[in-house]
C-alpha cells in the first residue's frame, strides 16, 4: 500500500508498521503529524528557531531510535510528548544555570490552597503566559505544557514522570500558584512603577 | 462575552516546524538505521556465528 493511501492508519498502527518493516518513510507520516507540535515546544525552552530545530531534529531521531520501547499502553502522542519534555529539560540543564530558586521544589514549604489558581492561570495573556514560563524551572513548565497544552489525565503524567499521584497533584498546585503569584507580582509592580514615573512627571 | 483560548494552546500555535527539517530527520533516521543493521551484523550476528563455531568443535570432539 503506497504512503498515501496509509494516511488514514492510527498513529499506533504506523509505530506497528514502522517497527516492522523498519520503514523510514513511513515514519515520515508521523512526522508530518506531529513536527509542528514538538517544534513548537521546543521554541517555548530554548527560544531560538536554530536551537530548537536541532532539538527537534533530535527527539525525533530518539523516538525513532526507541519506537521498540513504546509500549502501545497510552498513546503514541503522549509518549511522543513525554520524550520532547524530556529533552527540552535536559537542553535548558545543559544550557542555563538553574537558580536555587527555580531547583527547590519546596516539599517542605506549606501553600495556602487557592481553588481560582487555574482559572486565574488560564486567564492570562499568551504575553504574560510566556515571561511568566521563564520565571519557572524547567520541570515546572513541563508539568504545565503536559496538563494543559497536551490535556494529559493526571495517570498519563504520573506514568511519564514517574511521580506518584498526590506528588503530581501537589506540583501543579504549586507551579499554578506560582505562576499565578508571579502575575499579581509583576501587575504590583507595574502599578508601582506607573504611579512613581506619574509623580516625578507632575512635580 | 466570548470565552478566551486557554493561553497554552495559543502558545503551541504560534511557531510551525521549519521546511527542511523533515528531510534532516529522515536522513538521520535512514543513516542510524544502516548503522544499526551494521552494529547488529558484528554484535549479535557475528557473535552467534562464532558460538556455532565452537559447539560445532566441541560436538565433533563428543
Known sequence: MPHQEKKHLSDEE?????????DTALFGLLYDRYADKVFAKCMSFTHDRQS???????????VYLKLGEFRFEAK?????????????????????????EQEA?????EYKDSADSEAAMLELKLEQLKLLLEKISPEEKALLLMKYQD?????????????GESAVKMRLKRTREKVVTLSRTMVVISIVVVMYWLFIFLQ | MTEEPNPFKKLEEEH?????????????????????????LFTEKMGRTV????????DDKD
Open chain 1, 52 to 62: 530548537a530545530e536541532d532539538l527537534a531534529h533530535d527527539v525525533f531521531l530518539k
Open chain 1, 151 to 163: 490535556n494529559l489525565s493526571i495517570e498519563e503524567i504520573m506514568a511519564h514522570t514517574q511521580l
Open chain 2, 16 to 40: 510551525k516546524a521549519p521546511e527542511g527539517l523533515k528531510e534532516k530527520v529522515i536522513a538521520s533516521v535512514e543513516i542510524s538505521q544502516v548503522l544499526m543493521e551494521i552494529a547488529d
Open chain 1, 14 to 22: 504506523i509505530v506497528r508498521q514502522v517497527i516492522a518493516r523498519k
Open chain 1, 76 to 100: 503514541f502522542s503522549t509518549w511522543l510528548y513525554s520524550v520532547t519534555y524530556h529533552e527540552c529539560v535536559e537542553y535548558v540543564r545543559k544550557n542555563k544555570k538553574i537558580s536555587k
Open chain 2, 51 to 58: 558460538l556455532d563455531l565452537f559447539k560445532t568443535k566441541l
Open chain 1, 105 to 109: 521544589y519546596g516539599a517542605e514549604q
